[in-house]
């Protein structure tokens, strides 16, 4: 199962040598392993024998457990955290820990960085050790490598075939996050006046950079109502440059689900519910987002542009932040992030070959619709968001006025039970539930599991 840490020599001082007297320190490694255990061997039942020897102890895997249960014990607390036993057993000079992890599955449902689908981490740690079998790792190669330049050619093609991106867009992969580009585009896009929709925190500071480069209309905004809602009545100017939206509200947990209809060239923030569903790419300029939700690990930005709206402002623009120098250059004008690009390359063959971004929103309709269906049923919750602009991707409830004083007790309910990165964003509070595309309906059920069980104690 997991042999070598485990298995290790009690002499090996590298690892888990510590003197008596430095148990306190001995634990913290040890719960150290604890994550790592659940990070590789999630969903598996593993027990785990640490001894004691004086001043050294060791690890021993499951198979030895005959050794440790014949022994005599004296001693016998339980001590349970996060389902992990552990039992003290005394002997004249040795002591005996026992620990059994049992079947803790985790739960992750963080706002971002947040889940990936399984196999996109395994294949990008694999390629971490050994690239493709070349004997090098992907960390240590060179972008300007035959290998890396056929991931960078796949990856700009999957990419283009999954979202169904029309003709005259180009795809560019970057560094600097979704937050670059809230300068990046009004550096590229604005000449004299662009018209913005504040939805949310996200929304908000893309709009406050556009203002250093020009008038800024906001034509709406939620901000009064803690961005509860979508905004719906306003009139985008005609003589915008472009009208920028953000179609996800990870904060907030409200979303555009439609492609709008838009007289300028409209800009999207996708960072939050990108391959959430299919979108017409001919109805907006660009949609730009961070990847650290639904398509890689965090340190990549992804850009899709018509390239015609570029190359049409006045003022100069520094060569990094100009779209053409990354377009002319296939996202290699420097050294790009080689592992986010990776894992992106592995999540988009993994929504191709699970049925594209239609099978994705079918996902995301039946988890929307499993946990939703709980919190309106539920006596203690209640959901944030209007009822018409809920998310698919991030779910936020909180508890109902007169149950409030039992938060904490909720979230530590659901924290043993496996439950992660469910707290909500400080400004909404309660619980934010981010069910992004590699969140299974097994996971969501597991939360609304949590949620009857602690109504019913309550
Ligand atoms: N836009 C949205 C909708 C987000 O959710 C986030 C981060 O969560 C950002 C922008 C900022 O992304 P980054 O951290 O990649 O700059």
Redesign the pocket.
């Known amino acids: 199962m997991f042999s070598r840490p485990f298995r290790q020599s009690h002499r090996d001082e590298n690892l888990f040598s510590t003197r008596r007297e430095n148990f306190l320190n001995a634990k913290r490694k040890l719960s150290q392993h604890e994550e790592k255990i659940f990070c590789e061997e999630k969903c598996r039942i593993i027990a785990l024998f640490l001894v004691l020897h004086g001043s050294s102890f060791c690890f021993l895997s499951p198979e030895e457990k005959n050794i440790l249960t014949t022994k005599k014990k004296k001693t016998h607390y339980k001590y349970n955290v996060c389902k992990l036993f552990v039992k003290f057993v005394g002997e004249k000079h040795k002591t005996y820990i026992f620990i059994i992890f049992t079947d803790m599955k985790k739960y992750n449902f963080s ?2 960085p947040s889940i990936l689908p399984q196999e996109v981490m395994k294949a990008t740690a694999e390629a971490c050790k050994d690239f493709n079998g070349i004997g090098l790792s992907l960390m240590e190669m060179s972008h300007r490598s035959k290998d890396w330049q056929a991931v960078m050619d796949e990856t700009d093609a999957l990419f283009k075939e999954v979202l169904q991106i029309p003709a005259g867009y180009s795809v560019v992969l970057l560094g ?5 580009q ?1 300068c990046m585009v009004p550096y590229n896009l604005l000449e004299k006046k662009a018209a913005y929709l504040n939805t ?1 925190v ?1 929304a908000k ?2 709009l406050k950079e556009a203002k250093l480069f020009g008038e800024v209309v906001e034509v709406a905004s939620s901000a009064d109502a803690n961005y509860t809602f979508i905004p719906k009545d306003y009139v985008v100017p005609a003589d915008a440059d472009y009208f920028h939206i ?1 179609t ?4 907030y947990g409200t979303e555009i689900r439609k492609d709008l209809d838009s007289p300028v060239p409209l800009v999207a ?1 996708m ?2 519910d990108i391959f959430s569903r299919p979108v017409d790419v001919s109805k907006y300029g660009m949609i730009y ?2 990847a ?2 639904n398509l890689a690990m ?1 340190g990549v ?1 992804f850009v899709i542009v018509k390239d015609e709206l570029l190359g049409k402002v006045s003022r100069t623009i520094p060569t990094m932040l100009d779209y053409r120098t990354h377009i002319d250059k296939g996202s290699m004008f420097n050294t790009p992030p080689v592992v986010p690009i990776y894992s992106a390359y592995q999540t988009l063959k993994w929504i191709k070959a699970s049925g594209g971004t239609e099978e994705m929103e079918r996902r995301a309709l039946r988890r929307a619709d499993l946990l939703y269906g709980e919190i309106d049923r539920n006596r203690l919750f209640v959901g944030t968001a209007n009822e018409e602009d809920r998310s698919l991707m991030n779910i936020c409830f909180v508890l109902k006025d007169e149950y409030k004083e039992l938060e904490k007790d909720f979230f530590d309910f659901a924290t043993a039970r496996g439950m992660v990165g469910i707290k909500g964003h400080r400004s909404v509070g309660g619980f934010r539930a981010s069910c992004y595309n590699a969140m299974t309906v097994e996971g969501v059920q597991a939360l609304v599991d949590a949620m009857r069980d602690f109504e019913k104690e309550h």
């Open positions: 706002a971002g600097g996050g979704a937050s670059m809230f949310g996200w500071k893309a953000t996800n509200n990870t904060i923030d960072s939050s987002g961070g650290q939700k965090a930005t």
